[in-house]
Nanobody, 115 residues
Framework: VQLQASGGGLVQPGGSLRLSCAAS?????????MGWYRQAPGKQRELVATITTGGSTNYADSVKGRFTISRDNAKNTAYLQMTSLKPEDTAVYYCNVKAGPIAYWGKGTQVTVSS
């Protein structure tokens, strides 16, 4: 599975961004969970949000009510709509999918929240 992430950038506090993660490859039909993780400088990578094929979602407490994860199964694409962004949301965001027992990671996309 190959993952192509896009949508990062620089935004002011309170602003919004939408990240996209498109999956391709021979194992995409085995994908069950798609999600986003992030890693800030000097910190460990942490879960942001996940979504199952059936649409069940899970969010980190720090982003609940501000971020929304969704997916288009026909396009094998997951989206992360981020609103009310805070400086502490600044991190490299990584797309992650699980196809059966195997997890795949995309290249990170930088999100910087700063005035």
């Amino acid at each position: 599975v190959q993952l192509q992430a896009s949508g990062g950038g620089l935004v002011q506090p309170g602003g919004s961004l939408r990240l996209s993660c498109a999956a391709s490859g021979r194992s995409i039909f085995s994908i069950n969970i798609m999600g986003w993780y992030r890693q800030a400088p000097g910190k460990q990578r942490e879960l942001v949000a996940t979504i199952t094929t059936g649409g069940s979602t899970n969010y980190a407490d720090s982003v609940k009510g501000r971020f929304t994860i969704s997916r288009d199964n026909a396009k094998n694409t997951a989206y992360l709509q981020m609103t009310s962004l805070k400086p502490e949301d600044t991190a490299v965001y990584y797309c992650n999918v699980k196809a059966g027992p195997i997890a795949y990671w995309g290249k990170g996309t930088q999100v910087t929240v700063s005035s």
